[in-house]
């Protein structure tokens, strides 16, 4: 039946497999493929919060970005204090 959708065939070596399997069991997923597209969804993710990133570092100045850091170590420190 034809299909809008492409396939890929992929050869992957045996540890790439076993972390594969590591993850499927993990995530309860029984599907080499399936398991797949995820962690491939995932990093296209990764790689697009990562230009943005990329693009606000750019464009801010380093004071700016310093004052950005202190507002994160404090927040996280409020964090940490609440779990203890």
């Given at each position: 039946?034809p299909?809008?959708?492409?396939?890929?065939?992929?050869?992957?070596?045996?540890?790439i497999?076993q972390?594969?399997q590591?993850?499927k069991a993990d995530?309860g997923?029984?599907n080499?493929?399936?398991?797949?597209?995820q962690?491939i969804v995932q990093q296209l993710?990764?790689q697009?919060?990562?230009?943005?990133?990329?693009?606000l570092?750019n464009g801010?100045?380093?004071?700016?970005?310093?004052?950005?850091?202190?507002e994160?170590?404090?927040?996280l420190?409020?964090?940490?204090k609440?779990?203890?």
């Amino acid at each position: 039946m034809p299909s809008d959708k492409k396939r890929i065939n992929l050869t992957i070596p045996d540890n790439i497999y076993q972390q594969l399997q590591t993850f499927k069991a993990d995530n309860g997923i029984t599907n080499d493929a399936t398991a797949c597209l995820q962690l491939i969804v995932q990093q296209l993710k990764a790689q697009e919060n990562e230009k943005l990133i990329r693009r606000l570092i750019n464009g801010t100045s380093i004071e700016q970005l310093r004052q950005l850091n202190s507002e994160g170590i404090a927040l996280l420190e409020q964090e940490r204090k609440k779990l203890t």
